[in-house]
């Protein structure tokens, strides 16, 4: 059965999302925006048909998006004066993945693909041993050789996040149950979790007496934690009727936003002298019919089948 804490939690994090992209006031480091999403998907993550099933569905649900807003993305940034064609294809795919954000898209369809080969045949830790040697070769890559890039395929983003997806592949059950529990042992750890990520705030991380340490060793746990916390945060706004029911509604249709959100903003928004703030809440609005428009009119757009 579809837990609404879990859409509420999507929701919440795919405004975040927009928020981060127009780069607003940060209270929360936004790393642990996507690993959120890896973390939900590995979760429910479950082999229902042959793997050929699978791939078929897969492409359905998350490359059809990644070509329709590739498109759709090609088209206003020649509308916008880009200069982005030209003879080299591979040149072309990456400014067009670039410009709309699939890059999650093709990363989760490469995991879950990945994946079935280990829930059939292998135990789920050699899944979990794969993610852990990558997380930090991904970490390194990318503050080492930023201008180094696998074109299409994001390769950096699969090593680094690829291991939140697998944490909740072989946990994510485990961490759902923890998270709606009351007890003196789940209470203690929420509270530390808070603590922990007070003190991550509170460190001066790049000048103080801590900086040799690299975000991929204080960053990992702070990361888990906000996925834990933001469980429970949602339990807690679940009580809340008209908060749950609209953060439930973006995060049954994230997709829609996700894909969306970032068009509207970069080739609207952006440039226009306006408050940030009131762009926000413009989008957010915005959101709303057009999630209805997509998933009534064009849901093969986004991957669903009606």
């Not at 807003?69 to 982005?84: E, K, Q, S, V």
């Not at 994001?154 to 592949?169: A, D, Q, R, T, W």
Request: hydrophobic share 50%.
């Amino acid at each position: 059965m579809r837990q609404q804490y879990i859409d509420i939690l999507k929701g919440f994090t795919i405004i975040w999302v927009l928020w981060m992209h127009m780069n607003m006031p940060e209270l929360i480091y936004p790393s642990v925006q996507m690993p959120i999403f890896f973390f939900l998907s590995g979760t429910f993550f479950r082999v229902k048909s042959s793997f050929r099933e699978q791939i078929k569905n897969d492409s359905y649900r998350l490359l059809v998006p990644t070509v329709c807003f590739m498109a759709i993305a090609a088209i206003l940034m020649t509308m916008r004066g880009d200069n982005l064609w030209s003879w080299n294809v591979i040149e072309v795919l990456q400014a067009c993945r670039n410009g709309s954000i699939t890059w999650f898209l093709i990363a989760l369809f490469c995991l879950r693909t990945l994946n079935y080969p280990f829930e059939k045949y292998h135990p789920k830790w050699w899944y979990l041993a794969l993610a852990t040697i990558l997380y930090p070769i991904g970490y390194l890559w990318k503050v080492k050789y930023p201008d180094v890039v696998v074109p299409i395929i994001p390769v950096v983003e699969l090593f680094m996040f690829g291991i939140y997806y697998v944490i909740g592949y072989v946990y994510g059950k485990k961490v759902l149950e923890f998270s709606i529990s009351n007890n003196v042992q789940s209470v203690t750890c929420y509270l530390l979790g808070a603590a922990y990520l007070l003190f991550v705030h509170c460190v001066d991380w790049e000048s103080g007496c801590l900086s040799h340490i690299p975000w991929l060793v204080y960053g990992f746990p702070y990361t888990l934690m906000c996925i834990l916390l933001g469980l429970v945060l949602c339990r807690i706004l679940e009580k809340v009727p008209l908060i749950a029911t609209l953060l439930a509604y973006v995060g049954k249709n994230s997709i829609v936003f996700y894909l969306t959100h970032f068009l509207i903003y970069m080739y609207i928004f952006k440039n226009l002298d306006w408050n940030p703030y009131l762009v926000f809440c413009i989008i957010v609005a915005l959101e709303f019919p057009l999630i209805y428009v997509i998933t009534t009119y064009l849901p093969w757009m986004v991957g669903i089948k009606k």
